[in-house]
């Protein structure tokens, strides 16, 4: 079949949802007109490990408006069918609402108020009184004991470092991070005669969030329904159901009502995950050219005590450089926290930190540059596996970057640069992260009115889902992009993997781009066989579509529109279920590179450390949407910012409370903190990957920015520091 | 069913251009006014604690957090929301169109927030530069980090009224 000309995708097109957003009709999970609503608030449990003896709701219950309290002493049993492989629970036994006297964490739901109204129902959450049999929580990630570890060998990694001439030992530190969208999460739920339907946050409305309430409640799947069409923000945090949105539920069966539960700010940092804190020591061996000899990887993670949270902590220190030998020890530690959970990058932003500072020291300690240290580590096929690159374009990251960054001219001497009252640095890191797939569906359907419609239980976050894929199906079916509308965030619609993890393009992506074009062959076939059609007779193999019409690709003269060739075929419409399934294995190493330049400025007395500029280029594929991708690293970059400079959840370990938990003390980056960010993406498409060459973009322009940052901030100031957030009390 | 109405007291003030009598709890705040009772959901509740500006709107033509002003002290004020700044035929207001162009946002959340408190930040004389605009949209966060299209889209309209 003859190839459609790309006419939507590579274009800057504005976002299809950019109205709705703007005006305000944009509906979030809390902004669903539902009628006769409930309001829900949660009572946090105020110590942080033992078991509750008695929950006096009599005042609460007093307050006007209140309907009730709920809680372990009056909920029902629940089912709680196990799902260990769906919705993103990692082993271990999930939180069950209200079913146990247990408190694991501080902050765990113990109660909730519903009131007829929202003022009512915060007032009685206060007015419930918890008591409380406690016990000492252990919170501290550096005394606590670790869990048995992964371990990782290739070599031996501990004989290799041995005789090496150059050797480092270095043990970082890395904060917490928490998601903090700007959405908090909230539900809305309701039941009708059995059937559960819930308006949530959710990155993955079908066996993410669906699977988890039918399990909890003991329904089939097709009992419950997800409804969550706009996302504001997540970065990780609505991929798995969390406790609150089963108590919701449950509150709605208790009262018989629609009850809507929005949890506040603070709730969000011990109600959903957060990125772990890592204690990380790696010792790396090298010759005196900088070529590596080896590398021990010592990893601790916090985990809560009740479920073991992994990720892909281990990946990068694999393969992101050619290492003989290997040794990595990934513990982790359980500890009286809730559970934390995927966020942007997750593993990789932690583990890349780590590599790309060690790295700079390294160049530091052997007097070569940076950049150079890098091409002198770059692998021929990925170190782990043994598999051939689909494409790795890192080095000409770098190429590019120093040339558009002025890299050359730097003085490589920490603290040789002043600006005012400033100490000047420069720093670079790379960026690696998984290019992974999921199995995906589509709906495609073509309409007599020339219209086409497209149907994927995937959501959007912020990225553009809605918009990307409209150019997909656009430029598949030879439509202009205003003729096509994406539907998406309903647990009704085809099956889609959850948004996350970068998959989205490449895998709901693959199957509308597989869906359209299967629309497209069967209009061209409808059309060749009908006497009527200008394309009769053709070979349907010849025909493409441009603007709504079918034509053959080397004589567009001979054409019939979509419109026509429906209407006289008396179609209302033509339609397909587009799949895309990755294959079984894999036979290519995959990964989104980019190479992160950042200048620093470090106030000399003060030690304020602010981002002067900040390039980051990259290896990601194809780029559906130029203007997106570049919104979505600069987003990244801040994200990026965060991490480095600013964000650090403070726990008091007396009581297992976390002391900041709101925007005022737990900073995220804001206006002030960001100059002008770039993002360059190198023109290319990794066919290996998946049909529509992408590789997605979300995770890797968060990767690598704090260890540009960190090495920027050593070279401005010729101070090294091994903690992250670098707060201004390390600089002085 | 009991209802916090026993505490109720009216209060008139005008959303959008048009007058609304309501009877509220005290305890309601401007936000939940907008949210819960005139179904106004435009308006983003982020912390409701003052820190994130997502709840901005203008009050008597100045930029506030909802969040932080009780609906029962607004007796005859003119509150503008996001939905308040399109004209009847559906027309954007410039800086609607701007965030748009210039793609100032990517989930959307804290959108409404930012164009109210741009509209704001260029009525008060404060969008005269980047490094100015930087300063005075600081009280509106972005997760989503949209800062320097949010700059550019506030500049490109305070530029055009030729501030
Ligand atoms: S919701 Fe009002 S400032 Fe955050
Ligand atoms: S666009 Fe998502 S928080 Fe600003």
């Known amino acids: 079949m003859s190839t459609q000309p790309e006419v939507a995708v590579g274009r800057p097109h504005e976002r299809v949802d950019g109205r709705l957003k703007v005006t305000g009709r944009a509906t979030y999970a809390a902004d669903h007109a539902i009628d006769d609503v409930v309001f829900a608030v949660l009572v946090d449990s105020s110590i942080g490990r033992g078991r509750i003896s008695s929950i006096d709701t009599a005042a609460a219950e007093e307050e006007p408006g209140v309907l009730g309290v709920l809680g372990h002493h009056n909920a029902p049993t629940l089912p709680y069918e196990d799902n260990a492989d769906g919705s993103y629970n990692p082993p271990g036994r999930r939180l069950r609402v209200f079913q146990d006297d247990q408190v694991h964490f501080f902050g765990q739901p113990v109660a909730v108020v519903l009131a007829e109204s929202l003022e009512a129902a915060q007032h009685a959450a206060h007015l419930v009184e918890v008591t409380y049999h406690v016990e000492r929580p252990s919170t501290d990630l550096s005394t606590a004991i670790g869990a048995e570890p992964v371990t990782y060998v290739r070599g031996d990694a501990e004989a290799a470092l041995d005789p090496a001439p150059v050797r480092l030992d270095l043990t970082y530190g890395l904060a917490r991070n928490h998601h903090n969208p700007m959405e908090p999460h909230a539900t809305i739920a309701r039941w009708d005669r059995g059937r559960l339907t819930v308006w949530d946050k959710t990155q993955w409305v079908g066996d993410g969030t669906q699977r988890e309430l039918a399990t909890v409640f003991g329904l089939s799947t097709d009992d419950v329904h997800i409804v969550s069409p706009c996302i504001g923000g997540a970065f990780g945090s609505a991929l798995r159901c969390w406790p609150h949105v089963a108590v919701a539920a449950l509150a709605a069966r208790e009262t018989g009502r629609a009850v809507k539960l929005v949890m506040a700010r603070r709730q969000l940092y011990f109600g959903v995950g957060y990125r772990p804190a890592y204690e990380y020591r790696l010792r790396l061996g090298a010759h005196r050219d900088g070529r590596l000899i080896g590398a021990l990887h010592d990893i601790r993670a916090e985990t809560s005590s009740y479920e073991t949270f992994t990720e892909e902590v281990m990946v990068p220190g694999q393969m992101l450089y050619r290492t003989p030998a290997v040794h990595q020890v990934y513990r982790t530690v359980p500890l009286d926290v809730n559970t934390p959970t995927y966020m942007r990058g997750p593993g990789y932003v932690s583990a890349v930190h780590v590599l790309e500072t060690a790295l700079d020291e390294l160049a530091h300690e052997i007097g070569i540059d940076p950049i150079e240290l890098r091409a002198r580590n770059e692998p021929v096929a990925d170190p782990a596996t043994g598999l051939p690159f689909s494409t790795r374009r890192l080095q000409e990251c770098f190429t590019i970057g120093a040339r558009v960054f002025g890299w050359a001219d730097r003085d490589p001497e920490p603290g040789s640069t002043r600006d005012g009252d400033q100490l000047v640095g420069t720093g670079v890191a790379a960026a690696v992260y998984n290019t992974a797939r999921t199995g995906a569906r589509a709906a495609v359907r073509v309409r007599a009115d020339g219209t086409a419609v497209i149907q994927t239980a995937t959501t959007d976050m912020g990225p553009g889902t809605a918009t990307a894929l409209t150019q997909v199906a656009a430029d598949e079916l030879g439509l202009d992009m205003h003729d096509v509308t994406v539907h998406l965030g309903d647990s009704d619609l085809p099956q889609a993997p959850p948004h996350g993890a970068s998959t989205t393009m490449a895998s709901v992506g693959s199957a509308v781009h597989d869906g359209a074009h299967r629309v497209r062959r069967s209009a061209a076939e409808l059309a060749v066989g009908d006497p009527c059609s200008p394309l009769h007779g053709a070979d349907p193999t010849d025909v493409v579509a441009t603007g709504g019409r079918l034509h053959l690709a080397r004589d567009p003269r001979r054409n019939d529109s979509y419109q026509a060739l429906l209407t006289r075929n008396g179609r209302a419409w033509l339609e397909a279920t587009g799949l895309y399934t990755p294959p079984a294995e894999e036979t290519r190493s995959m990964h989104a590179y980019g190479a992160i330049f950042v200048e620093v400025g470090v106030d000399h007395r003060l030690g304020l450390i602010r981002i002067r500029r900040m390039l980051g280029v990259y290896d990601a594929g194809r780029i559906i949407n130029p203007r997106l991708a570049e919104s979505q690293a600069i987003g990244g970059m801040v994200g990026g910012i965060g991490t480095a400079l600013l964000e650090h959840t403070v726990t008091d370990h007396r009581d297992g409370r976390i002391v900041n938990p709101n925007l005022a003390d737990y900073l995220v980056p804001v206006n002030a903190d960001v100059p002008n960010l770039t993002a360059i993406f190198l023109d290319g498409r990794d066919d290996h990957a998946d049909p529509i060459g992408v590789k997605g973009i979300g995770e890797v322009v968060q990767i690598g920015i704090a260890p540009a940052i960190a090495n920027a901030v050593f070279h401005a100031t010729g101070r090294r520091v091994r903690t992250l957030p670098i707060t201004i009390e390390a600089m002085i | ?163």
């Open chain 2, 1 to 163: 069913m009991p209802n916090s109405s026993a505490e109720g007291r009216a209060v008139s003030l005008t959303v959008n251009g048009v007058l609304r009598v309501v009877e509220i709890d005290e305890r309601t705040s401007l936000l939940d006014l907008l949210r819960e009772r005139l179904h106004l959901t435009g308006t983003k509740k982020g912390c409701d604690a003052g820190a994130c500006g997502a709840c901005t709107v203008l009050v008597d033509g100045a930029r506030v957090n909802a969040c932080l002003n009780l609906a029962i002290r607004l007796q005859d004020a003119e509150v503008t929301t996001v939905e308040g700044l399109t004209t009847g035929d559906g027309d954007l207001h410039p800086l609607q169109r701007a965030f748009i162009d210039r793609d100032a946002f990517q989930c959307g959340y804290c959108t409404p927030g930012q164009i109210m408190s741009g509209i704001g930040c260029i009525r008060e004389g404060r969008a005269g530069s980047r490094a100015e605009i930087r300063e005075w949209m600081s009280g509106n966060i972005c997760r989503c980090g949209c800062y320097p299209r949010i700059v550019d889209a506030v500049r490109h309209v305070a530029a055009g009224e030729g501030a």
